[in-house]
Structure formats: C-alpha cells, structure tokens
C-alpha cells in the first residue's frame, strides 16, 4: 500500500515569497491533515479536511496561508508571504473517515527555510 | 482548546537503561495515541490505547492509559540506541457534535539512547 506522498522535500525562500506544498493520501482516507512541525516540538494542526470540506483550520494563519482539497483528493497548502517564523516542516497525514481513534499515517514533510 | 504536556522535555540516558515519559491533560480523551519520529521523517503510531486503565506491551515498551482518560505513559526497559528518537503522544477526541475526529499532539520528549 503506498504512503502518503508530499513534495518537494526541501525547500528554502526569501522572505515575502510564496511557496505552495503538494500532498497526496492514502487512497480512501477521507480525513487529510496538514500539520506544522518546529524542529524538536510536536506537530500542531493547521487545517483538517473531510473529503473536500474544511472541518476545522483555527489555527491556520489565514491572512497568509490558504489550502484546498480538490475532488477530496490531493491538497495543496500555500503560504503568502512567507515569513521568518514559517521555517518549519510541513506534515501532511491522512486517515480514515468516522473511525476518529485510528491511526494518521504521515508523509515524509517538507522542511521550509524562510532566509 | 485540548492541550497535552509531555515530560521530560529531553531525556539523555546510557544503553540499558529504564525510562519514562509522561503525557498529562486536563481534558478526556477517546483515546490516546503514542508516536515516535525518526529525523527526516514523519511520526509512526506506536500504539493506540483506549480503555481508562488500559495497559498495552509492545516489546520492551510498556504504554499505559490513566483510568479518567486523561494522561498516559510510555515506559522502556532497557533502553537500546535504537530507541533514540521524538517520542510523541496525541490525543483523539470526537470534535464537538461532528462525525471526525480531532488529533492533538503533545509538544514531544528527545529521547537520546547512548551506546
């Protein structure tokens, strides 16, 4: 069964560019999660998808950071401007639908510097 | 908003030896998730306990679940440097009246196993 996929790997900007992330689940997870990791500290949650739906981005700084998930499939997370403080990892994680004590299975993430 | 704390921060032990990690809320959770994440990579679940009280071995790690739901315990025998590594714990939950599940992590414990 193949993971949950995210790219690029790395990726290093200047400050006030835009930078956009690519994710695709596990086939047939419905629930899609894109987390923030500073390095050393646990994941916190940007924005959670259910199937296309937004159910819950309260913590995702809207006026510069935007996600979609298209036919409740893929997603992409952009971040405009980027600032210092958004160095980080990004984790993309997908689970299944209703079963909400199962597992998240994780990608790799993308590790963004922000010079 | 559902917070967890884990402790220690860091943990620096020599090969053999015995630890513990704490994970502490105020809040109840279904069920409490423990992860560990290797550099370069994304958390993997360890295990999922879900029964107040419940205790689950995974070879030489021994997970408990506290008998309210409301913190958890990750204990290692003999330690090996194999078990060097980010130690999370998330809690699961139903989020308010909806059908999905909301995944909290705690902040995590370096766990650094020298030979």
């Known amino acids: 069964e193949a993971g949950v996929a995210q790219s690029p790997r790395y990726k290093i900007i200047e400050k006030r560019q835009s930078v956009a992330f690519w994710c695709n689940p596990i086939?047939?997870?419905?629930?899609l999660y894109w987390y923030q990791q500073i390095l050393g500290q646990g994941p916190k949650l940007l924005i959670q998808f259910q199937n296309n739906g937004v159910v819950d981005d309260s913590q995702l700084p809207k006026d510069r950071f935007s996600a979609e998930r298209l036919k409740g499939v893929d997603s992409t997370l952009k971040i405009q401007p980027a600032k210092l403080e958004d160095s980080a990892v990004y984790l993309c994680?997908?689970?299944?639908?209703?079963?909400?004590?199962?597992?998240?299975?994780f990608g790799q993430g993308t590790r963004l510097t922000v010079v | 908003t559902q917070l967890l704390e884990q402790s220690p921060q860091f943990l620096s032990i020599q090969e053999g030896e015995n630890l513990t990690v704490y994970c502490n809320s105020s809040?109840?959770?279904?069920?409490l998730q423990w992860y560990r994440q290797e550099p370069g990579e994304g958390p993997v679940l360890l295990v999922t306990v879900v029964t107040g009280g419940e205790v689950k071995k995974l070879k030489r790690l021994t997970f408990q679940f506290g008998d309210a739901r409301k913190d958890s315990s990750l204990h290692i025998t003999a330690a090996q440097p194999g078990d060097t590594g980010l130690y999370l714990c998330?809690?699961?939950?139903?989020?308010?009246?909806?059908?999905?599940?909301?995944?909290?992590f705690g902040q995590g414990t370096i766990l650094t196993v020298h030979p």
């Open positions: 994680a997908s689970s299944l639908f209703e079963v909400f004590n199962t597992e998240a299975f």
């Open positions: 998330a809690g699961a939950n139903n989020a308010g009246g909806t059908s999905y599940g909301k995944l909290t």
């Open positions: 086939s047939g997870h419905a629930t």
């Open positions: 809040s109840v959770f279904s069920s």
